[in-house]
């Protein structure tokens, strides 16, 4: 909690540090009722920083100082200086130690930042400003040193002590207490340290690395999981290998570590050796999680263990520099599960989440660069920009540069970077190095914020045999920076003959065509390519993959959407056309509901679903997600002025007309798909993932129609299927349907069933929070009585008060406001526990210049209200304020 007004740090600001930290040897002895911690720094004044002894400002937060040593001498309170973030030494040479021993209160620690506790253990969470409410320090990720650590606790209530690096001692003392040593032999920031006390069991493997060391790998659970470790173990073992034959990286300890942990603000974290995990990162098996869980779970596991080169070996100088790390770690962790499942799917997936939330981050009041240029509070950052349009620019820059180049370029990177804390420009440096190219312009990227429209014209020149494509291309003033200077946008295109067949692409000036599919580089404000040899007048096929995050905007019409949806040689264009063609019959739908009219539904749109269903060639999950329509957040994210309701509407009248207009070919792959599933034991692999999710969707549209026989099928989904996947959509699919009772008995025994199991209980409230249905609110309110929920737990936050104001749009946004009012009340109570999940809650409220008037008001009323109501975190005083500015 601040004391002044919390303050604005720059990126111009940016200076060396004055000292240094050669080693850190820390000691813990961890109480019920409060921890102590003594810490001895070897320190030196920085040979980059200047001359002279200035004074040594350490960080330190909510830290109770017992005594503070420089060298041998015990220091007087007149011999330093201490606030409530710092403590102030004077070094009288250059080389010295300072010791100091504080006490700290994990045990009401609610942030979860810092030493806390989670049930019965211990555990830490520094990353990026946490050590500091460990021990006085020099927090910042510049400042690199060797840790060594020793754990002192109960024996019987903490048996397992663990930090990073190896292990190097441990024993018994005389008072039913015992002690563990770790030493970790590579030089860290304190971002990445970690500790972990408790009874935890654990599932052990191994690994044998490329250059034939054994790595030990150990997963440790509290014991009622270790059931559920196997699946984070296989995707562990994965990861390990797909980067020493994708990246050339090898793992660099004999042991690592995975902790699951159930209070966890995000999804993991890559502390060296010894990551930490949200238990809904690591728990997954088949009766307990579904497909999207073990997915995510591989994904997670990978992207905290890519870490270990791109973040921990080379790490950031500054946190202005997150996307650094973040970003190409995306990137990582999305190339190898493009490689485990498929990679057209996981394109897909990540491009629908991007439009829908980056873009709508990006045309908001917290809009920032990937590289952003100030902050209030850094934990603000982790943001979808941060990551995920990170690791698009890192995507473009692969793009640009090929496979080949870009692992040249990673090589260098790593090679020339090892050991050190780096800046995003000698990323892109090491990438212009091995590769003799120029990426100035390039690196716009990194620091211009907003989404860059494109916008393509044609022209067919019939006598030249000539086609040209136009691009403008411009970008939406942000609250950063009003002009922007154009981009480097790599578009992926092909041309389509009027049979489909893909046409050999040959620019003016060039001696012979090539291949069908190519690179432009757009990096003018207006750009014209023009193609020869071209016989009649083709169908363009633009951005394929989504080479670049922006927004394209083509003159398509719905016939040529149908014919891309069929004939394109790129899988993600094909589900794109679909979009395309969704968005328009939505958006036709949305106004005709607007002006009071008769909902009429292009009848194209069935035809070309109805095609995508009766393929039985196609993989069935890229059937799934044609089938699946936009979502009412990005109808939102694509609105001048989003009408709530209308969208709603639209959207579900085309579900309920597919539903029926399409219910016989849903009827036979459902049925097809739940026969397999009914004689199949559980596999988490792709061929089954697909299977499950066209079933799946096929139940959720098939429901729609109320027949008997559906809901037959429902109810027997839920009660025999052998996995969550297929159980959870089936009782999904029951409660956003009419039948009461059903839906109250399925509720009830699921909930019954699994009440000793927190992240399936999580799964049952967003469920419910999720429904659309009237009374959304009261739903919600009541079940935070739930005896499973708790508001001090973050994933119970994000199942319940995320997933109504995030998803639930049509109750969130209720015409009087209430939706806003519950989520504000919530907002300051939670800013009191726990600011970073306070924050994040937020967001749906700072996204109010989207509505009408009338709901404008009401959502700022209510950040107002935030405002005003006393004492604000960092966290929640920025988002606020930034977002009424
Ligand atoms: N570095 C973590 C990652 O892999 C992010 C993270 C974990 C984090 N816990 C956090 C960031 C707490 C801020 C606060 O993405
Ligand atoms: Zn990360």
Known sequence: MRTEQPKMIYLKDYQAPDYLIDETHLTFELFEDHTLVHAQLVMRRNPAAGAGLPPLVLDGQLLELL?????????????????????????????FSVDTS????????????????SGSMFCTQCEAEGFRKITYYLDRPDVMSKFTTTVIAEQHRYPVLLSNGNPVGNGPQDDGRHWATWEDPFMKPAYLFALVAGDLWCVEDSFATMSGRNVALRIYVEPENIDKCQHAMNSLKKSMRWDEEV???EYDLDIFMIVAVNDFNMGAMENKGLNIFNSSAVLARAETATDAAHQRVEAIVAHEYFHNWSGNRVTCRDWFQLSLKEGFTVFRDAGFSADMNSATVKRIQDVAYLRTHQFAEDAGPMAHAVRPDSFIEISNFYTLTVYEKGSEVVGMIHTLLGAEGFRKGSDLYFQRHDGQAVTCDDFVKAMEDANGVDFSQFKRWYSQAGTPRLAVSESYDASARTYSLTFRQSCPQTPDKQEKLPFVIPVEIGLLDAQGAEIA????????????SRVLSVTEAEQTFTFVGIAAKPLPSLLRGFSAPVKLSFPYDRDQLMFLMQHDSDGFNRWDAG???SVQVLQE??????KGETLVLDPRLVTALRSVLGNEQLDQAMVAEMLSLPGEAYLTEISEVADVEAIHTAREFVRRQLAEQLFDGLWQRYQANRAVSKTTVYVAENEHFARR???NIALSYLMLSGKPEVLAATLEQFESADNMTERLTALAVLVNSPFEAE??????????????NPLVMDQWFSVQAGSPLPGGLQRVKALMEHPAFTIKNPNKVRALIGAFAGQNLINFHAADGSGYRFLADLVIQLNALNPQIASRQLAPLTRWRKYDDARQALMKAELERIRGSGELSADVYEVVSKSLA
């Open 743 to 756: 839906k109250a008995l399925a509720l009830a025994s699921f909930a019954e069933h699994f009440k000793d």
């Open 693 to 695: 999710a066209l079933q």
């Open 579 to 581: 979009q395309q063609l």
């Open 247 to 249: 990246y050339g990286r």
């Open 102 to 117: 504080v006490k700290i209160h994990p045990e009401t620690n609610t942030a979860l930042e810092g030493l806390y506790k």
């Open 67 to 95: 005594s503070v040593q420089l060298d041998d001498r015990v220091l007087s309170s007149n011999d330093y200086q201490i606030d409530d973030s710092h403590l102030t030494l004077h070094p009288g040479s250059e080389h």
């Open 505 to 516: 692409l040959q620019l003016t000036g060039e001696v012979a065509a090539g291949a069908t």
């Open 589 to 594: 739908l949305i106004a005709q509901h607007q």
